[in-house]
């Protein structure tokens, strides 16, 4: 009987494809699902500067500064990118002493938000591209949510330490 | 925070990765942390208490040499074993791109995953055939670092990510304290004595040893009781065949140390000497020479010159010149007060170095990885950052 051997086959390379297709959704929703939890840290971390930035302006160095450090933690979403990037301009102006509580605590924030930045970057990257396949367009998983979107900043490190060659 | 690393090579032989993973634990530990390391080893093998064996660990040529690893369904179940026992806050593999406990503990964890790239290798068609592959590995890798300049510049082109830069620590306190060699350095007046040393494969063209050893023949011949002390793999008769005879009984052969004499070997000498001529991504030896606080001359490479901060922590020399390197020698050796200004410097530089340091900047690359896995925020004072 070679029919039963065709509905055999048959069924197993559909077996298969399923199996890979539900692989695949899972695999792109994974990588959305990380991308929007990095994107909430990396919001946490950019609201921490802000606020450390605010705290030291009010103490020493006034009005510009902290209406840069204002300006980032109301903008608007279109306009965060320019208004983040502002303060950063704002903040490598003065001159900050690592010793002093208020300045370190903006220097470390402005680390830490460096690193969620690359990780944020890193993971939308991945995302992105595991939506951008032809098979993931073409049957369109993901299509309930939106792209993850990059976060287009300066490299938000204050001080380089001396052991990071510019 | 508990910390789960994973070590692709065998602790049985000694190793640069083995060493960082082990330096790394051990400072993560004394900043109050709960470390776990799993490493290809026998049951029976003498381990740190910290380090949990996964069985032994199999020959396997692989980019050029032969690495001793573990891979196949029982180390996995290993794997997957130690991690659930865990309950790790954060996971850190080594090396995640070589068939190893480390790739197999990437394809098992489901939280945060913090990967080490050491190696600076360069695009190889097995990468490139196995990209697919590999993209399921690093799409599960929260943070990267790279240990070097060189080894993050092959993320950000060929794995198209970016990698935060740490570079490798050294134990500052284990240099600066060895005792050095009976006997050793010796004298070093105006015109006579001294000493140098040199570490590594002498006869590897890229290490640059004929450069010293053309050096060091011209300068003996005029400074009596300058004498050379050289540390590395190879065999004795072939490194005193490079020397003319009367000059054989001036050069001391240590053979291949062990970490505590190399610390011992660095502090034997007056001037220590690297005269490379290329290849080299970070250059830990020079801040190992820094630690136990003896004079650095090295060949002007780009990594050198990051580490010497630009030629203030130690002498800088056009690379493969013999006669510039001898002048420089020559200077250095009667003149203490530049010696000790260079080693003043170079203190400060290895401070950045030193693995408490090092370990905390690893410390807030895992904060990050957590904070990305999940949303939340990390205060300092848990994560141990304060």
Known sequence: MPGMWWVVGASLVVGLVAAYLIWTAGRVERLRVRAESAARALDAHLLRRAAAAAVLAERRY???????????????????????????????????????????????ASRRLALARQVHTDLVRDARSARGRPLVRLLRMGRRHPWPRYFDIDDPTLE?????PA | MRIGIVC???????????NHVMDLAEALLGLGHEVSVLAP???????PPYVVPAGRAVPLPYN??????????????????WIARG??????????????????????????????????????????????????????????????????????????????????????????????????????GPGEGGTLGFLGRFTEARKGFPILRDAFVELAGTRPGLRLLVAGPGDPDDLFDRFPAPLRDRVTFLGLVSEADKARMLRSVHLYVAPNTGGESFGMILTEALAAGTTVVASDLDAFRRVLDGGRAGQLFPTGDAAALRAALAALLDDPARRAEL??????????????????????????????TDGRVIDQEWAGLG
């Open chain 1, 62 to 108: 006034g009005v510009e500064l902290y209406a840069a450090a204002r300006i980032a933690l109301d903008a608007e979403p279109q306009e965060r990118e320019a208004a983040e990037n502002d303060l950063t301009r704002q903040l490598r102006a003065v001159r900050l002493d690592p010793t002093e509580p208020d300045c370190e605590a903006v220097i470390a």
């Open chain 1, 160 to 164: 380089l330490p001396a052991d990071v």
């Open chain 2, 8 to 18: 692709p090579y065998s602790f049985d032989v000694p190793g640069g990765v083995q």
């Open chain 2, 41 to 47: 080893a026998d049951e029976d093998s003498p381990l």
């Open chain 2, 64 to 81: 050029g040499s032969v690495a001793r690893i573990a891979f196949g369904p029982v180390s996995s179940a290993r794997v997957r074993r």
């Open chain 2, 87 to 188: 309950e790790f806050d954060v996971l850190h593999v080594h090396e995640p791109l070589t068939l190893s406990l480390s790739m197999l503990a990437v394809l098992s964890a489901k939280g945060p995953v913090v990967a080490t790239f050491h190696t600076a290798m360069t695009r190889s068609r097995v990468l490139a055939a196995a990209q697919g592959v590999l993209q399921i590995v690093l799409e599960r890798i929260t943070a990267r670092i790279a240990v070097s300049a060189l080894a993050r510049k092959v993320q950000v082109e060929h794995m198209d990510g970016g990698a935060v830069e740490i570079p490798n620590g050294v134990t500052v306190a284990k240099f600066s304290h060895a005792a050095p060699l009976p006997g050793w350095p010796g004298e070093c």
């Open chain 2, 343 to 372: 080693t003043a410097c170079g203190d400060q530089v290895v401070a950045h170095f030193d693995w408490p340091v090092v370990a905390r900047r690893v410390l807030e690359v895992y904060a990050a990885a957590i904070e990305a």
